[in-house]
């Protein structure tokens, strides 16, 4: 059996909870996979980690290796093959007396964090290494975290995912139609309220998704808020944010990095420009991206662009410009 090292940030958190099993159940990287796993905390919590560790080895999962906690970043993350950064400052935490509301703040609060931990992931992580982040505010960390590894042969994700889950679900709902009859659904942007879902370009049993639901006034009007602020949606409703169905798309798009995308389909994960679509290089954007059987991951081209989504997609980018220059002195 090989074996693959995994390091998650956040393991004592609510996301890293549904989480873990799956990473270690064989459904991520195979029944044949051995996987040690590294789970990073804060010190004042790596207690709890010891309670999360003796439930992953009650699992009885064959495909458990190691299992770690540790509160220092560099040990966490060595030799890791995968890092899932998912531990980050909410919004609405108070920190010296003042509530965390603004996006400028949780911006620099938080790059803070993922100035170190991309340093430690460059210097001790696998050079291959992958990494996934989950944290919000996802893009502009991993721009901070990226810049911060400055090691061009491993890759950086930001997680988009679950936008991508939530608008499939919400064209299926509206289509009448499985969500399995969704596909190719891209998340242009910022993982934010200006994320822009296609549903041109999505399609339903490989017909355009907007063709098919034929209802301009809803999918310029209703789909696109009712994706954008669905995270909202789900803290009104149950009191705390989304973490089963995060879990579930940071798993998704760990498979979909490391398994072919099946021919005429797509991922959606935000990463690195290379000026595609007009997009400044360098900017951590969202992209249709394809995994290809050599196990690089590419942005898909020529993609048909509207006026409508050409206008979303200048909006978004213009906010990830305006949080790159919140962060500029965090950037090599």
Known sequence: MKEINVAVTGGAGQIAYSLLPRLISGETFGENTKVNLRLIEIP????????????????????????????????GVKDADWVLLVGSIPRGIVIDGKKIEERSDLLKINGGIFTDQGSAIGKYAKPNAKILVVGNPANTNALIGMNQANNSSQQWF??????????????????GVDISDVTNMAIWGNHSPTMYPDPYNALINGVSAAEVINDKEWIE????????????????????????????????TVKSVDNPTEKGDCFSAAIASNGSYGVPK?????YPLRTNLDGSVEIIQDIKINEFAQSKINSTTEELLSEREAVKDLLI
């Open 158 to 175: 930001a997680m988009t995912a679950l936008d991508a889950n939530r608008a499939k679900a919400q064209l299926a709902t509206k289509a």
């Open 282 to 286: 360098g900017l951590i954007f969202g």
């Open 221 to 252: 009007n209703s789909y696109l808020p009712l994706v954008q602020q669905r995270g909202k949606a789900v803290i009104d409703a149950r009191g705390a944010s989304s973490a089963a169905s995060a879990a579930n798309a940071a798993i998704d």
């Open 44 to 75: 004042q919590v790596l207690e709890k980690l010891e309670g999360t560790i003796m439930e992953l080895i009650d699992c009885g999962f064959k495909q458990m290796g190691s299992l770690i906690a540790t509160a220092d970043i560099k040990e």
